[in-house]
Nanobody
Framework: QVQLVESGGGLVQPGGSLRLSCAASGFAFSNYRMAWVRQAPGKGVEWVSTVSSDGFATRYTNSVRGRFTISRDNTKNTIYLQMNSLKTEDTAVYYC???????????????RGQGTQVIVSS
C-alpha cells in the first residue's frame, strides 16, 4: 500500500532554515508528481509546492517562491523541501502528497502522509 513518511520538522527561529524529507513506498514513485501542502493552526490545508515526476519542473505558491525549493531523488523514492528565510507565518504541519496521474500542479493528492510539524518562533 502507499506510504508517505515525512521527517525533518522542528522549531526554528525566524530567518532560519529547515529541510523536510518524505520517503515514499508502495507505488511507482518516478511516475507521479509529488507535492507539499501545509496546514497552519486553525486554518485549512494550503498547497505549497509540486515537483514533476522527473524532478525538472516545479511550481510554488506565491508566499514561498524564492524561499522554498522542492526536489526529489527517484533513486531513493524521496522528495524534499528546503525551506530558507523562514517566517512565523510558515508555522504549520507540513504534509507530502502523491498526486494522481495527470493531476494539475496544485490539485490535492490522492494520498497524504501523517505530517511533520514546523514551528517558526523566536
Amino acid at each position: 500500500q502507499v506510504q508517505l513518511v515525512e521527517s525533518g520538522g522542528g522549531l526554528v527561529q525566524p530567518g532560519g532554515s529547515l529541510r523536510l524529507s518524505c520517503a515514499a513506498s508502495g507505488f511507482a514513485f518516478s511516475n507521479y508528481r509529488m507535492a507539499w501542502v501545509r496546514q497552519a493552526p486553525g486554518k485549512g490545508v494550503e498547497w505549497v509546492s509540486t515537483v514533476s515526476s522527473d524532478g525538472f519542473a516545479t511550481r510554488y505558491t506565491n508566499s514561498v517562491r524564492g524561499r522554498f525549493t522542492i526536489s526529489r531523488d527517484n533513486t531513493k523514492n524521496t522528495i524534499y523541501l528546503q525551506m530558507n528565510s523562514l517566517k512565523t507565518e510558515d508555522t504549520a504541519v507540513y504534509y507530502c502528497e502523491k498526486l494522481k496521474f495527470g493531476a494539475t500542479w496544485d490539485e490535492m493528492g490522492d494520498y497524504r502522509g501523517q505530517g511533520t510539524q514546523v514551528i517558526v518562533s523566536s
